[in-house]
């Protein structure tokens, strides 16, 4: 499903709305709320807009347990840390218990970091039914999404829910969680905002399909919902009957 704002404030509030509402539900019915966090500056104003009222209020934080979607794998006071930024726009002005914030750790062995993060998910989330109940997604001009890169060997990838990726481009290791665990959410979000994302978009959309050299387009969740939440010059170029044929998924 598609939905459409005037522009990335409204986004953002609306992103709000939905988080808070989420962890409601799922606090009410499972007792806990499992997030996985997006970096990027995208997802940033919604975090701030979480820390303050009437977010911050509406949440149900001590029953909320974070993870993140990937990671650069650079130290944590790095300015590049997904973490980092979280933590400055909302972990650290909500009262969130500490054992349950989540973060990647990679920036010694890649390798080693994304087994520790796939083990870690394996055993915080409930044995009962291990998904997470939102991750919130951004989408880059290249089609990717979380650190799943075009034509990156991870995109094939059956059993690990976390795995380390080298993006050659920039010289940088990474860890991300794979479409396995992705696939399996309840609830999955793409937020997407700005014009320089709107041919990609309606790539990713409209197709065609080639998931290898756009990876968001692995992203269908089953039995979860999928939802695109995009500005209007995101979705500049999306064709009327676009809306109709996602909202039918």
């Given at each position: ?5 005037d522009?990335?404030?409204a ?69 590049r ?37 796939d ?90 399909t ?20 995009v ?6 170029h999306?064709?009327?009957s ?6 039918e998924?």
């Amino acid at each position: 499903m598609i939905h459409r704002f005037d522009d990335p404030e409204a986004l953002s509030r609306a992103a709000a709305d939905l988080f808070a509402q989420a962890a409601c539900a799922a606090v009410a019915e499972r007792g806990r709320f499992d997030v996985a966090f997006s970096g990027g500056h995208t997802p940033q104003r919604t975090y701030e807009l979480l820390a303050r009222p009437p977010w911050r209020d509406r949440t149900p934080w001590p029953d909320v347990h974070v993870f993140w979607g990937d990671e650069r794998c650079v130290p944590p006071e790095d300015a590049r840390s997904n973490g980092r930024m979280a933590h400055l726009a909302l972990l650290q002005h909500v009262p969130l218990n500490s054992a349950h914030v989540h973060p990647i750790r990679c920036d010694g062995d890649p390798d080693a970091g994304a087994a520790r993060y796939d083990k870690l998910l394996r055993t915080q989330l409930p044995a009962a039914a291990p998904v997470l109940d939102l991750v919130f997604l951004g989408l880059g001009q290249d089609g990717h999404t979380a650190s799943l890169f075009p034509y990156s060997p991870v995109l094939a990838e059956k059993a690990r829910w976390a795995a380390a990726v080298y993006v050659a481009e920039q010289q940088m290791h990474r860890v991300s969680l794979t479409p396995v665990i992705i696939n399996a959410a309840r609830r999955v979000v793409f937020l997407v905002v700005g014009r320089e994302k709107a041919q990609v978009l309606k790539t990713v959309l409209e197709g065609p399909t080639d998931a290898r050299r756009l990876p968001a387009q692995l992203i269908t969740p089953r039995p979860g919902r999928l939802l695109w939440m995009v500005d209007q010059t995101a979705a500049s170029h999306l064709t009327p009957s676009t809306d109709k044929v996602h909202a039918e998924r």
